[in-house]
């Protein structure tokens, strides 16, 4: 069934990190996967655009089934290989409202780590602000903040909702990205707590961004957050 898919991504980035997570999470190997240039502006591409208008990546084909968008791509294999690999999607009412919960605020995480990581590519020069800097930084924190609480209220070895589930596939890639750019281990442990459980995890250590393994050192971006 994998033979059916196509996967066109970028390296390092949690959109599409997350998407290889989920399918090796649900055991769908030897899926054909292209890996393309930010860079290079290969995301830009006629190759891309086909596929998905905005230009973005991940691309993702199953048969003639096209999602580009990371979380709609975790739910579709999720109901799609239910009874294979590992699941994703808890039965109970309780644990699965807040998986829901917990896999949408993650997108608001990643486009306030974002904001600040990406500020001066994002945004051109003449239109830069200190100001704006200043204002990004601190709802990344208030974001930040937000997190450690949720992750204090769960349990010693446990994940956001229970067992290991599409809100952890969403959400971990941003938890890597921060400390990647520089996040202290020191005034967020609960996060730092959640990295250390989930780095080594089989479907997380195979996808891992190659270069982040060619190059260990991050950078310090966050490191005064």
């Known amino acids: 069934m994998a033979k059916s898919m196509t996967l066109l991504w970028g390296a390092g980035s949690p ?11 649900k ?3 030897g899926y054909k996967r292209k890996l393309l240039s930010f860079e290079r502006g ?10 998905n208008p905005r230009g ?17 791509v975790c739910l579709y294999l999720e109901n799609q290989f239910k009874s294979q690999g590992h699941k994703l999607i808890p039965d109970s009412p309780a644990e699965q409202a807040l998986m829901y919960q917990r896999m949408m605020e993650g997108l608001t995480l990643t486009e306030k780590l974002n904001s600040v990581i990406y500020y001066e590519w994002i945004v051109p020069e003449e239109e830069r602000h200190d100001s704006a800097v200043n204002r990004h930084r601190e709802a990344l924190t208030a974001e930040l903040k937000l997190w450690e609480g949720y992750l204090q209220r769960v349990a010693v070895g446990s ?18 990205y921060a400390f990647r750019f520089g996040l ?3 005034r967020y442990p609960k996060l730092a707590k959640y990295y250390s459980l989930l780095k080594d995890r089989p479907s997380i250590k195979t996808s891992w ?12 971006i966050l490191k005064d957050l």
């Open 159 to 176: 994940y956001l909702a229970g067992a290991f589930s599409l809100a952890d596939v969403i959400v971990f890639p941003n938890t890597a």
């Open 15 to 25: 959109p599409c990190w997350r998407v290889m997570i989920a399918l090796e999470e």
């Open 184 to 186: 202290s281990v020191g």
């Open 209 to 220: 961004p190659p270069h982040w393994v060619a190059i260990p050192q991050g950078y310090d």
């Open 56 to 72: 973005q990546l991940p691309t993702f084909k199953h048969g003639d089934n096209i999602l580009n968008e990371s979380s709609a």
């Open 27 to 29: 055991k769908l190997h």
């Open 42 to 51: 290969e995301h830009k591409s006629q190759e891309v655009l086909e596929i």
